[in-house]
Nanobody, 116 residues
Framework: QVRLVESGGGLVQAGGSLRLSCVGSGTAFNLNDMRWFRQAPGNQREQVARISSRYGSTYVSDSVKGRFTISGDNAKNTVYLQMNGLKPEDTGVYYC?????????WGQGTQVTVSS
């Protein structure tokens, strides 16, 4: 059974930083792509970053490029999302995700609130 647990969210002023963590169990992160999504009230869930430890590649969406960085620690089965230069529009619930054998797995989410 795959389990993902996010942490690190909180309330921060615009321009501030947060680092989100996603700790996984039940799967080897170095074999799966890991993703961060976010969902603001009334909006669809959107992917903001992805990391493939297996191939050493990362992706961040245009909306966060230059401000967010995704990284991973395979030994700790943990994926991070470093968020700098936060804006009010970054507010939302951030979720960690992976797909294993065609099944989507999600964490419970962590709330990020950016005040102006």
């Amino acid at each position: 059974q795959v389990r993902l647990v996010e942490s690190g969210g909180g309330l921060v002023q615009a321009g501030g930083s947060l680092r989100l963590s996603c700790v996984g169990s039940g799967t080897a992160f170095n074999l799966n792509d890991m993703r961060w999504f976010r969902q603001a009230p009334g909006n669809q869930r959107e992917q903001v970053a992805r990391i493939s430890s297996r191939y050493g590649s990362t992706y961040v969406s245009d909306s966060v490029k230059g401000r967010f960085t995704i990284s991973g620690d395979n030994a700790k089965n943990t994926v991070y999302l470093q968020m700098n230069g936060l804006k009010p529009e970054d507010t939302g619930v951030y979720y960690c995700n992976t797909i294993l054998d065609g099944v989507d797995y999600w964490g419970q989410g962590t709330q990020v609130t950016v005040s102006s």
